[in-house]
């Protein structure tokens, strides 16, 4: 038997993992769409452990998840200072302070904690500006850029005062916690704004979705084909060529949703010619929120066959249907221009 991914081919014992067109860790669903006897263990393991998990702990779609209870608040995991996300207090006194998300046994709830950090205060105002504790500047930068003169021009959130101290002690600053040291353990509910990188990592996780609803859809005889080789080995080995495999468009998936505002709740994945048909094209969105838009395989020179497929996975009664096309546009084309 021939794995779709790596090319080997390997006796039936190493196809006992089941693989999911959609992964697991986005819902369950009544009808899934999966994979049998086509993905290798050894490659369903690797995209597991590399892919899948930087993509449902890492990203913003990531975090979606507990706000729509696809897992349960106590099952969040927190990547600390190597996450892709960078969380700022969006208001309040504390604004541009940088936080994190945690599962609080107590509150039984997921909260906004602050990341041990110290803030100093701008010249002329109020406002401070944060900077992790191993990422504080000099002191000639400090003096420089700050009114350190000033009455509580040093506040300290997300540690004690002694953790405070030493840090800046290193600096040559003193800092006096009479009012200013923000306790650790006093969170509150902030309103925090978020961003975050998106890698080549996520782009790949994204691909093997699209990638996958192809072989749901295809034989086996297609998808281990010559043409599908350059995003086979993008998915499985991170090899890229000249062009991207992955792109975001600014384009809500189904015809009759806005790009910004309202859309309903749950997960597409589409597949269908380019307009030109020359290539193979599919759309991917995770909680109907961004659009990333995948070439499978461009100027396709293979067999024609009709590939004109939609689903749409519902949150809410964890459903899958089946989406009419209504004549898709290249959208990768023209994001690629």
């Not at 800092?175 to 200013?180: C, Q, V």
């Not at 509150?188 to 749901?216: H, P």
């Not at 590939?307 to 089946?322: D, T, V, Y």
Request: net charge positive; aromatic share 12%; proline share 4%.
């Amino acid at each position: 038997m021939k794995c779709i991914y790596c090319l080997e081919d390997k006796p039936d014992s190493c196809f006992e993992k089941t693989e999911h067109v959609l992964s697991q860790s986005f819902g369950k669903f009544k009808n899934n769409l999966t994979l049998n006897k086509i993905v290798c263990d050894a490659c369903n393991e690797y995209f597991g452990n590399n892919l899948e998990i930087s993509l449902g702990r890492d990203t913003f779609e990531g975090m979606t998840r507990f706000d729509y209870n696809v897992k349960k608040p106590k099952e969040f995991k927190s990547l600390g200072k190597k996450s892709r996300l960078n969380i700022k207090v969006n208001e309040g006194p504390f604004k541009g302070a940088y936080a994190y998300r945690e599962y609080s046994e107590q509150e039984g709830r997921i909260i906004i904690k602050p990341i041990p950090q110290a803030g100093f205060k701008r010249f002329g105002g109020p406002d401070y500006e944060y900077f992790l504790l191993d990422e504080i500047p000099d002191k000639e930068y400090l003096e420089k850029n700050f009114d350190l003169q000033a009455l509580k021009s040093i506040v300290a959130l997300g540690c004690n005062t002694e953790l405070a101290q030493k840090h800046l002690a290193q600096k040559g600053i003193s800092f006096n916690p009479d009012g200013d040291a923000y306790p650790s353990d006093n969170y509150t509910d902030w309103e925090c704004k978020v961003s975050g990188q998106i890698d080549q990592t996520i782009f790949r996780s994204i691909a093997k979705m699209a990638f996958n609803y192809l072989a749901y859809w295809a034989k086996r005889e297609l998808v281990v084909d010559s043409p599908f080789h350059p995003i086979r080995r993008y998915i499985r080995f991170g090899e890229k060529t000249s062009y991207p495999f992955v792109v975001i468009i600014e384009k809500a998936i189904l015809g009759d949703e806005p790009i910004e505002g309202k859309r309903r709740l749950g997960h597409l994945i589409t597949l269908d010619w380019s307009k030109n048909k020359l290539s193979i094209v599919s759309q991917v969105s995770l909680f109907n929120w961004m659009t990333y838009s995948v070439l499978l395989a461009k100027d396709y020179q293979g067999k024609r066959f009709n590939l004109r497929k939609g689903s749409f996975f519902n949150i809410a009664n964890n459903e899958i249907l089946e989406l009419a096309p209504r004549g898709m546009i290249n959208a990768h084309e023209k994001a690629t221009q």
